[in-house]
DNA sequence: GCCGCTTTCTGCAACGATGTATCCAGATGT
DNA sequence: ACATCTGGATACATCGTTGCAGAAAGCGGC
C-alpha cells in the first residue's frame, strides 16, 4: 500500500535502519549515502508512519489540551493560539472538551486520551489538586488557569488578583462606588472567581468603599447567564451603577440584557470584563476589560510543557508562570 | 512500564489472543472466559494501547478537522459540535488550521495529519475541486462548506442561495432598497460569497430592484474587516440603508463601526448577517441572521464520515447534504 | 466409530518504525 | 607490524496490538 522505509532502503541501496538514520539526523552519515537516501525518499514519496514511530518511540508529537468548551471564545481563541504556538515547535494539539464535568477531567487525566498525547495542557474546574496529583502519572501536565493552585503543578496563570484590582480601581475612579460583580459568589477565594473576586475586593478596601455581598452574583461564564444574572439583579432592585463580568462573555451577556432593559452603559452603569476576546472591542458600546496577556500564555505554557517533554525543563518543583496584563479602557467604561 | 494485553492474558490465564478476542467482541467465547479476562484487565487497571492497535489496525478513530481558524466564531462553536457529534460514536477530533493558505490545505490533504486520521472534515477555502480530487487518497473525505462543489465528493453544506435569498427579501420587505453587501465581490458567483451574493441578486430581481455593483463591499470575514470594509463605504459616500454581512463577525464588525460613526441600527441602516453565533443574540442591538442548522451540519457531516470510514454508507458517488435554514429576525433588522 | 460441523481458544506473523549490538574498513598510535 | 580507535553502515529484536490459520473439544448423524 503506502511507502515504507523498507522500500525506500532497497530503492537507494541502503539498509532500513540507514534510512531510519538519515531521517533522524544520525551524525555519522556519509553525505553520499545521504543523498541517495533523500533522493529515494523524493522519488517514492516517502512518509514516514507516525503511527509506527509513536509505538516505537513512545513519543507522539501530540500535546492535549483540555478544557471545558471550545466554542467560549476565550477558550477559542486561547486553542487557537496554542496550536499555532505547538505547531511551529513541531507538534499538534488533541483537544478534548470536559463540559466541566469531573468524570471528563479525571478520564483526560489517565485514560486513553492521555495515551495518545506526550503532554497535556490542563484546564481543570472541578477537580482539586490531590486528586490530579494522584493521578498525574508520568508524562508532563500543565496546568492552565488557577482553578489550581499547587506548588507540585507546573502552572500558566494570569495575574487574576491584581488585574481585577487594578480594574476595580479603574471603575471606582470612574466614580463608580457600588459595582456588581457577575460571575463569582461572596464566599469564593480560590479558582478565577474567587482570584478576582479577591482583588475586586482589595480595591474596595483600598478605596475605602465597603464590601456588600448582595452585589455579587454567581453565575456560568457565558453570554446567557451573564444576561440571567443581570435580569436577577434589576428583579431584586439592588441599586448598582457599575458591573464587572468576570469574563467578557459573562459581562458581554449583561451588558446586552442592561441595554435592553434601558439601562444606559455607561451613564447608568458603567459595564467591565475581563479576558479582551476580540469580540469585546467590537461590541456596542466596545467592552472596557482586561487583557491578560494571552498569547504569552499560550507560549510560555506550550513552551514549558514541550521543555519538560524534551527533558530541557529539569525542575524539580513546579515551575509557575505568571503572565502580564493591561487593562483596556473603552467605551462600556470609560 | 504500562500493562500490556500480555500481562492480562498471563493473570486470566488464557493467550493474549483471547484477550484481543474479548476486546474485540468476538462472537465465540465462553461468558466465563470472558468474565475471567474481564475481570483481569479490571484487577491491573488495563488499557489498550491505542497506538499500537492503530498501527496494526490502520484506524485511529481520529477524524480530521481542516478549518481556516479555529478562533473565528463560526468555526469555534462548528468544532465544539462536531466533536460532540464525534465522540457520542467514539470518535476524536484532530483539528489542522490552514489560515486559508493553499500550502496549508494542501498538506492537509495528504501530509502527516492525513495519516493520523481515519477519514477528514474539509473546508477548504483555496484549493479548486481537481487539485483536492488529484490527492485525495484513499480515506473519506467529507467537505465541509461550499468553496468545493463537486459531484465527485460527499459534501455538507447549507442553503445559501435561499437563505440569503430569504434574508434580502426580508431587508427588502422592510423597505430597505439599498443593501450594501459585505464580504464577496460583485462578480463571484461560487464559495459561500458568491452562492450568498447570488441568494441576494435573486431576491432584488424578485423585487424588481437593481444590482449595483457598488453596493459589493469585498472583505474578510472578520470583525475587523467588516467593521474597514463599513469605514469604505462611508468614506466612498455610497448612500446605503441597509448593510448585509456575509457573516456574522464581519455584520457585527460593520454595525460597531456604524454605531461609532453615529449611524443609527437599524433607524438608519439595517444590519443582517449570516451564521447565527452565540454572539449574534446578544449583541446590541441584537442581529438579524441566518440560522444555518449547525448541529444539523455537525451531525450529517460527522455521521456521513464515520458512515464511510466504516463502510456503512456504500454509494459510489458523492453524497450531498444540504441542511435546512431559519431567519432570525432580531432588532438589528426587524 | 468415523465424519463433518460448530464452538472456543491458541500461536505465529505482521503492522512500520527505532534501539542496541555489532561488524568492517580505514586511520591512528606505538 | 600489530593493537586500538572511530566513522559508517548493518542485522536483529522490539514496541503492543490484530489478522489469519489452525488446533482441540464437543456434538449430532449415519
Known amino acids: 500500500m503506502a511507502v515504507t ?3 525506500v532502503a532497497r ?9 531510519s538514520n538519515v531521517l533522524n539526523d544520525y551524525e555519522f552519515i556519509r553525505p553520499a549515502t545521504k543523498q541517495k537516501v533523500l533522493d529515494a525518499i523524493d522519488e517514492l514519496g516517502y512518509e514516514a508512519n507516525l503511527t509506527a514511530r509513536s509505538l516505537r518511540s513512545g513519543k507522539s508529537r501530540m500535546l492535549g489540551l483540555v478544557l471545558s468548551d471550545l466554542s467560549a471564545p476565550y477558550y477559542a481563541e486561547l486553542a487557537s493560539r496554542l496550536m499555532s504556538v505547538a505547531s511551529a515547535r513541531g507538534y499538534r494539539v488533541l483537544v478534548e472538551q ?8 479525571l478520564s483526560a487525566l489517565h485514560g486513553p486520551f492521555r495515551q495518545l498525547t506526550d503532554g ?52 471606582l475612579a470612574g466614580g463608580r462606588r457600588r459595582i456588581a460583580v457577575i460571575g463569582a459568589s461572596a464566599g469564593d477565594s480560590t479558582g478565577s472567581p474567587g482570584l478576582r473576586l479577591t482583588g475586586y475586593r482589595r480595591a474596595l478596601d483600598e478605596a475605602g468603599v465597603g464590601f456588600e455581598p448582595a452585589l455579587i452574583v454567581p453565575s456560568e461564564w457565558r453570554r446567557d447567564a451573564g444576561a440571567s444574572a443581570v435580569e436577577a439583579l434589576l428583579d431584586r432592585a439592588v441599586p448598582f451603577d457599575a458591573v464587572f463580568g468576570l ?25 467591565a470584563g475581563f479576558d479582551d476576546i476580540d469580540e469585546a472591542r467590537f461590541a456596542s458600546p466596545s467592552l472596557t476589560t482586561v487583557a491578560p496577556g494571552m498569547q504569552e500564555i499560550a507560549e510560555r505554557s506550550v513552551g514549558l510543557l514541550i521543555d ?8 524539580d518543583d513546579g515551575v509557575h508562570v505568571e503572565a502580564g496584563f493591561e487593562l483596556r479602557i473603552r ?3 470609560p
Chains 1, 2 share one sequence.
Open 98 to 105: 470536559s463540559a466541566a464535568l469531573e468524570e471528563n477531567e
Open 5 to 7: 522505509m523498507n522500500d
Open 308 to 315: 519538560r517533554i524534551e527533558g530541557k525543563e529539569k525542575s
Open 247 to 271: 469574563n467578557d462573555a459573562l459581562a458581554l451577556g449583561a451588558m446586552h440584557e442592561l441595554l435592553i432593559r434601558g439601562v444606559k452603559v455607561p451613564q447608568d452603569v458603567a459595564v
Open 331 to 333: 467605551s462600556s467604561a
Open 120 to 171: 497535556l495542557l490542563f484546564t481543570p474546574l472541578r477537580l482539586d489538586p490531590d486528586t490530579v496529583a494522584g493521578r498525574i502519572g508520568s508524562k508532563p501536565l500543565v496546568m492552565l488557569g488557577e482553578h489550581i493552585q499547587d506548588p507540585r503543578f507546573d502552572t500558566v496563570t494570569m495575574k487574576n488578583v491584581r488585574a481585577a484590582q487594578a480594574m476595580t480601581a479603574h471603575l
Open 11 to 19: 530503492l537507494a541501496g541502503v539498509s532500513l535502519k540507514t534510512v
